[in-house]
C-alpha cells in the first residue's frame, strides 16, 4: 500500500500531533535526524515506531515498539543499532528471531523445571487416585473395590454385622500413600513387604501385585516414568519371598458331608442368602458372578442363565429344575436375583430398636414396611453366614470359593467330561481342541448339568421332583 511520506525531526509534540488520515490504512513520518526511524499510525490511533532499510537489493521492516513504551532517543539509538547490523550484511530480524526462539526455550525450560518439581511432590496416594479414576472402566467392581480397600487408611465405622463401634484397619498399601512417588523403589517396597507378611501376608500378597501392576502403569507414563527406577522397583525376589506364597485351598465338600451343609444353609433365616449359597454350589460359579445376577439374566423359556464371566464377558448355562425351583421362590423386589431388601415384621429380633432409632430420626418404621440394606441393592458375599452354617453342620473352614471347588471335585464322582465342567465354570480351555475345536450347544450342557445336580441333591438326601413346575413345591429333607 502507497505510504504517505513526510520527514520531520521528531519531537514529542509531532509525534503527538501526528494522525492518520480517514481515507488510509496508515501513515508515516520519517526522522531527519535517524533517516531508518519513522512513527506509523494507524486509524485507531495506535502510534509505533518503525525500522525500515534495505538489505541484498530488497527493502526490510522492523517495528522496534509503541511510542507510548519508547521515548524518541531510545527508538533512535535503536534504529541506529539495527542500522549497523544491515550495513555489516546482517538481518536483524534473524537475530530477533533467534532471540524470540530462545526466549521461549527458555520459558518452557521453567515451566518444565516447575512441572518436574510438582509431579516429583506427588505421592503415590495422588497418583493411585489417577491411576484408578483411568482403569476403573476396564475393571469389574470387585477388582475396583480390591484397589480402594488395599490403600485404604481406615479409621471408619465397620459396616460387619456385630462389629459395633470398631473401626476398620488400614490397608496393607495405606503406609505407602503418603510417601513420594519417587521414594517408592526396591528398598522401600522389600521394607514394607516384610513389615506386613508378618502379620496379613495373604492380604499383602494381593496388595503387591495390585502395586505391581499400578507401577507398570506409572513406567508408561512419561510424566511419572522418570520418577522411577528403570525396573519396576516391586518385581524384587526379596519382596516376593517376605511376603511368602500362597498356600493351595483344600476346603471342599465331601460327598458325606452334603446333607449336613444343605440343612444347615436351607435352615438360614435369610431365604434369599441360603438360595445364593446353594446356587454357588450348584453352579460351581465365582461368588461374584452369583451375586451379579439379574432377572433379566434368567431365560425361564429356554432354561438358561447368562453369567457375567470375568473371563469372557458372558457365558451361558443351564438354569436346572431345582436352581429354578430355588429362583421362583425369591421375590422380585428390583432388578437383582439375589436382592438385599427385606421386609420387616414383628418377629424380627432387632424391630424394636430399629423402629427406636427411626423414631429418633423422626420417621418411624411401619411394620412390614420394604427396607433395603445394601447400598448395591444386591447382597454383598455372604461370608459371614456361610460359616455359621457351616459351624452348625461341623464343617468349619469351607469358603465360598471352596463351593465353586467342591461342584468341581463332586463331579468326578460322575466322570462327566472335564470340558463340559469346565465351561460350565468359566474356565478357560486347556487344550488346542477344547479351544478351537469343541463347540458344546446349551442342550448338551444341560444334560450334563442336570445329572450333576440331581446327583448332589441324592447324596444330600433331598427328594425333588424335576418335573414340577418352579416355585409349586419345597424340597423335602429326606
Same mark, same amino acid.
Given at each position: 500500500?502507497?505510504?504517505?511520506?513526510?520527514?520531520?525531526?521528531?519531537?514529542?509534540?509531532?509525534? &503527538?500531533?501526528?494522525?492518520?488520515?480517514?481515507?488510509?490504512?496508515?501513515?508515516?513520518?520519517?526522522?531527519?535526524?535517524?533517516?531508518?526511524?519513522?512513527?506509523?499510525?494507524?486509524?485507531?490511533?495506535?502510534?509505533?515506531?518503525?525500522? &525500515?532499510?534495505?538489505?541484498?537489493?530488497?527493502?526490510?521492516?522492523?517495528?522496534?515498539?509503541?511510542?507510548?513504551?519508547? #521515548?524518541?532517543?531510545?527508538?533512535?539509538?535503536?534504529?541506529?543499532?539495527?542500522?549497523?547490523?544491515?550495513?555489516?550484511?546482517?538481518?536483524?530480524?534473524?537475530?530477533?528471531? !533467534?532471540?524470540?526462539?530462545?526466549?521461549?526455550?527458555?520459558?518452557?525450560?521453567?515451566?518444565?523445571?516447575?512441572?518436574?518439581?510438582?509431579?516429583?511432590? =506427588?505421592?503415590?496416594?495422588?497418583?493411585?487416585?489417577?491411576?484408578?479414576?483411568? @482403569?476403573?472402566?476396564?475393571?469389574?467392581?470387585?477388582?475396583?473395590?480390591?484397589?480402594? !480397600?488395599?490403600?485404604?487408611?481406615?479409621?471408619?465405622?465397620?459396616?460387619?454385622?456385630?462389629?459395633?463401634?470398631?473401626?476398620?484397619?488400614?490397608?496393607?498399601?495405606?503406609? /505407602?500413600?503418603?510417601?513420594?512417588?519417587?521414594?517408592?523403589?526396591?528398598?522401600?517396597?522389600?521394607?514394607?513387604?516384610?513389615?506386613?507378611?508378618?502379620?496379613?501376608?495373604?492380604?499383602?500378597?494381593?496388595?503387591?501385585? /495390585?502395586?505391581?501392576?499400578?507401577?507398570?502403569?506409572?513406567?508408561?507414563?512419561?510424566?511419572?516414568?522418570?520418577?522411577?527406577?528403570?525396573?519396576? #522397583?516391586?518385581?524384587?525376589?526379596?519382596?516376593?519371598?517376605?511376603?511368602?506364597?500362597?498356600?493351595?485351598?483344600?476346603?471342599? +465338600?465331601?460327598?458325606?458331608?452334603?446333607?449336613?451343609?444343605?440343612?444347615?444353609?436351607?435352615?438360614?433365616?435369610?431365604?434369599?442368602? *441360603?438360595?445364593?449359597?446353594?446356587?454357588?454350589?450348584?453352579?460351581?460359579?465365582?461368588?461374584?458372578?452369583?451375586?451379579? =445376577?439379574?432377572?433379566?439374566?434368567?431365560?425361564?423359556?429356554?432354561?438358561?442363565?447368562?453369567?457375567? %464371566?470375568?473371563? %469372557?464377558?458372558?457365558?451361558?448355562?443351564?438354569?436346572?429344575?431345582?436352581? +429354578?425351583?430355588?429362583?421362583?421362590?425369591?421375590?422380585?423386589?428390583? !432388578?437383582?436375583?439375589?436382592?438385599?431388601?427385606?421386609?420387616?415384621?414383628?418377629?424380627?429380633?432387632?424391630?424394636?430398636?430399629?423402629?427406636?432409632?427411626?423414631? @429418633?430420626?423422626?420417621? #418411624?418404621?411401619?411394620?412390614?414396611?420394604?427396607? &433395603?440394606?445394601?447400598?448395591?441393592?444386591?447382597?454383598?458375599?455372604?461370608?459371614?453366614?456361610?460359616?455359621?452354617?457351616?459351624?452348625?453342620?461341623?464343617?468349619?473352614?469351607?469358603?465360598?470359593?471352596?463351593?465353586?471347588?467342591?461342584?468341581?471335585?463332586?463331579?468326578?464322582? +460322575?466322570?462327566?467330561?472335564?470340558?463340559?465342567?469346565?465351561?460350565?465354570?468359566?474356565?478357560?480351555?486347556? *487344550?488346542?481342541?477344547?479351544?478351537?475345536?469343541?463347540?458344546?450347544?446349551?442342550?448338551?450342557? @444341560?444334560?450334563?448339568?442336570?445329572?450333576?445336580?440331581?446327583?448332589?441333591?441324592?447324596?444330600?438326601?433331598?427328594?425333588?421332583?424335576?418335573?414340577?413346575?418352579?416355585? *409349586?413345591?419345597?424340597?423335602?429333607?429326606?
Amino acid at each position: 500500500m502507497k505510504k504517505q511520506t513526510g520527514r520531520v525531526r521528531l519531537t514529542a509534540g509531532r509525534v &503527538e500531533a501526528f494522525s492518520c488520515p480517514a481515507d488510509k490504512a496508515q501513515a508515516f513520518l520519517w526522522d531527519t535526524d535517524t533517516p531508518t526511524l519513522m512513527v506509523r499510525v494507524t486509524p485507531t490511533g495506535r502510534k509505533t515506531y518503525v525500522f &525500515e532499510s534495505r538489505l541484498n537489493g530488497a527493502t526490510i521492516r522492523m517495528a522496534i515498539g509503541t511510542v507510548t513504551d519508547w #521515548p524518541i532517543e531510545q527508538a533512535r539509538l535503536k534504529a541506529q543499532g539495527l542500522k549497523m547490523l544491515v550495513d555489516n550484511g546482517t538481518d536483524p530480524r534473524e537475530i530477533e528471531h !533467534d532471540r524470540r526462539i530462545a526466549a521461549l526455550d527458555m520459558k518452557a525450560a521453567a515451566i518444565a523445571k516447575v512441572e518436574a518439581e510438582r509431579a516429583a511432590a =506427588l505421592t503415590v496416594g495422588e497418583v493411585w487416585a489417577i491411576y484408578l479414576e483411568e @482403569r476403573k472402566q476396564h475393571w469389574g467392581d470387585l477388582h475396583y473395590r480390591d484397589h480402594i !480397600d488395599k490403600a485404604s487408611a481406615g479409621g471408619l465405622r465397620s459396616k460387619r454385622r456385630g462389629a459395633g463401634n470398631q473401626l476398620t484397619k488400614p490397608g496393607p498399601l495405606a503406609a /505407602l500413600m503418603p510417601l513420594a512417588l519417587g521414594e517408592l523403589n526396591q528398598s522401600t517396597i522389600e521394607v514394607w513387604a516384610a513389615r506386613e507378611g508378618k502379620t496379613r501376608a495373604s492380604s499383602a500378597r494381593l496388595a503387591w501385585r /495390585l502395586l505391581t501392576v499400578f507401577l507398570t502403569w506409572c513406567e508408561q507414563q512419561p510424566k511419572y516414568a522418570a520418577l522411577l527406577p528403570a525396573k519396576n #522397583p516391586a518385581k524384587t525376589n526379596k519382596a516376593r519371598e517376605a511376603l511368602g506364597k500362597a498356600g493351595v485351598k483344600k476346603d471342599v +465338600l465331601q460327598r458325606g458331608q452334603l446333607a449336613a451343609w444343605f440343612t444347615a444353609v436351607q435352615n438360614l433365616q435369610n431365604p434369599v442368602i *441360603a438360595a445364593c449359597l446353594q446356587m454357588m454350589l450348584l453352579t460351581g460359579a465365582r461368588p461374584g458372578e452369583v451375586l451379579a =445376577l439379574r432377572w433379566e439374566d434368567i431365560n425361564t423359556k429356554w432354561k438358561g442363565i447368562s453369567i457375567r %464371566d470375568k473371563v %469372557d464377558g458372558t457365558r451361558e448355562i443351564p438354569a436346572t429344575p431345582y436352581m +429354578l425351583h430355588l429362583l421362583a421362590a425369591l421375590p422380585h423386589r428390583n !432388578d437383582w436375583v439375589f436382592s438385599s431388601i427385606r421386609t420387616l415384621d414383628m418377629s424380627d429380633k432387632n424391630i424394636k430398636r430399629r423402629e427406636a432409632k427411626s423414631s @429418633r430420626r423422626g420417621t #418411624p418404621l411401619a411394620t412390614g414396611e420394604v427396607q &433395603e440394606t445394601s447400598s448395591t441393592g444386591h447382597i454383598s458375599e455372604p461370608n459371614n453366614p456361610h460359616a455359621r452354617a457351616c459351624k452348625a453342620a461341623g464343617l468349619e473352614g469351607l469358603t465360598l470359593h471352596g463351593l465353586r471347588r467342591s461342584f468341581r471335585s463332586l463331579t468326578e464322582w +460322575l466322570e462327566v467330561p472335564v470340558g463340559v465342567v469346565a465351561q460350565i465354570q468359566g474356565h478357560k480351555p486347556s *487344550a488346542t481342541a477344547e479351544k478351537h475345536y469343541t463347540v458344546r450347544p446349551l442342550e448338551l450342557l @444341560r444334560m450334563h448339568h442336570e445329572r450333576i445336580e440331581a446327583w448332589i441333591l441324592e447324596q444330600a438326601g433331598i427328594v425333588f421332583d424335576p418335573k414340577a413346575t418352579p416355585g *409349586a413345591l419345597h424340597a423335602v429333607a429326606a
